[in-house]
């Protein structure tokens, strides 16, 4: 009897890795799935937590994908080990904290010491010629099979016609003649071949599920090593950046506020790690002070702005309770910053 050929796919929940799977399904190959999850991609967290995206999924997209596709599916938790690759990208970024190549190397290589240890035959990718500028193009495509080591044994069956034929091509694994040709940006060829496959629900593909390619988010990473003054962070660093308003009145510290009933659940879960205020004479968000108020001066400037964001921001006062780390809850009534008082750079 002749072996039964394995493959492990990178699966990261959108269509072009579904349609990859499903290809090389077609040729009779045993696919199981590899998620690895590197804290900056949680998919339905934000959805799940503010009522404005109540109508949205919830699902772990790599999980769903490998349901429809009949897969098992391995989520590795590589939280420690992707730091290195944020905080010291060989390859530099994308437009924003996004180090795209490092993070495809890492990826392969980190599947590369799977199929080792499972004794698996090769490893397939989503990925197309041209679509992405950073990390998908013939070059730099290149660059990752030499540097995750790799070799003849990463597989992109959607653009394998326009690449040189791999170890199972050569091998007879499989038949490089049932491989597609996809190349550029448009999404055309990946539809079409979708309806083909019956697949009608897919994630979108833009950035993926990676914060990392969200400017917004990036922009709050950035401010929190600047003001951390080095790039270490832990994963409640990281899953604070995606709720709240951010705003920074002072290198000293910032406020999280928050900006729906949803995110303010969320954010009770913190209150025993930072400082928080809420609005005590009216109703309004919960916020939470990460870094230090040293003085009268700074509470109060803090407190003005938690009660801009309640419904008294109109009033003449509000009441505003602090609850500090260390010592007693504190009533402050402040007078509310209006809108143009606010200067825009506070924004994070």
């Known amino acids: 009897m002749s072996k039964q050929i394995k493959a492990v796919a990178l699966i990261s ?14 040729q009779g190959i045993h696919i199981e799935g ?21 109508n949205k999924q919830k699902r772990n997209n790599a999980l769903w994908v490998a349901e429809q596709l009949g897969i098992k599916l391995h ?14 990208p060989k390859h530099g970024y994308g437009a924003n904290m996004n180090p795209c190549l490092d993070c495809k190397t890492f990826m392969v290589r980190k599947a590369m010491e799977w199929i080792k240890e499972n004794e698996f035959d090769f490893i397939i990718t989503g990925e197309v010629v041209g679509q992405r500028p950073m990390s998908q193009r013939k070059d730099t495509m290149q660059i990752v099979v030499k540097e995750s080591g790799a070799g003849g044994l990463l597989v992109r069956p959607l ?16 038949d490089r003649e049932k491989m597609l040709g996809f190349n550029g940006r448009s999404r055309k060829p990946q539809i079409a071949l979708a309806e083909e496959y019956g697949f009608t629900d897919f ?20 401010d929190l090593w600047q003001v951390q003054g080095h790039k270490e962070y ?43 205020f809420f609005n005590s004479s009216h109703p309004g968000p919960l916020v939470l002070m990460d870094g230090q108020l040293n003085t009268p001066e700074d509470i109060e400037l ?14 003449e006062q509000v009441t505003v309770t ?19 008082e606010m200067p825009k750079e506070w924004y994070i």
């Open 302 to 315: 803090a407190a003005r702005v938690v009660a801009r964001f309640g419904q008294g921001r109109d009033a």
């Open 203 to 222: 994630a979108q593909p833009a950035g993926g599920c990676c914060f990392l390619t969200d400017e917004s988010y990036s922009k709050k990473l950035v």
């Open 322 to 340: 602090y609850t500090p780390l260390q010592g007693d809850p504190q009533s402050i009534t402040v007078k509310p910053f209006t809108a143009d």
């Open 75 to 88: 989520i590795i938790d590589v939280i420690e080990e992707y730091k290195d690759v944020l905080i010291n």
């Open 159 to 174: 653009c394998a016609q326009n690449l040189a034929p791999t170890l199972p091509e050569q091998e007879g694994w499989i």
């Open 34 to 54: 590899i998620n690895f999850f590197t804290g900056f991609c949680v998919e339905g967290h934000t959805h799940a937590i503010r009522k404005q995206d109540q």
């Open 234 to 276: 832990e994963f409640d660093d990281i899953m604070l950046l995606k709720v709240g308003r951010h705003i920074r009145p002072s290198p000293l510290y910032k406020l999280i506020v928050g900006r729906e009933e949803g995110e303010n659940r969320f954010m009770e879960g913190y209150r025993n790690r930072f400082d928080y």
């Open 13 to 26: 929940g959108g269509l072009d890795s579904m349609l990859a799977v499903r290809a090389m399904q077609d």
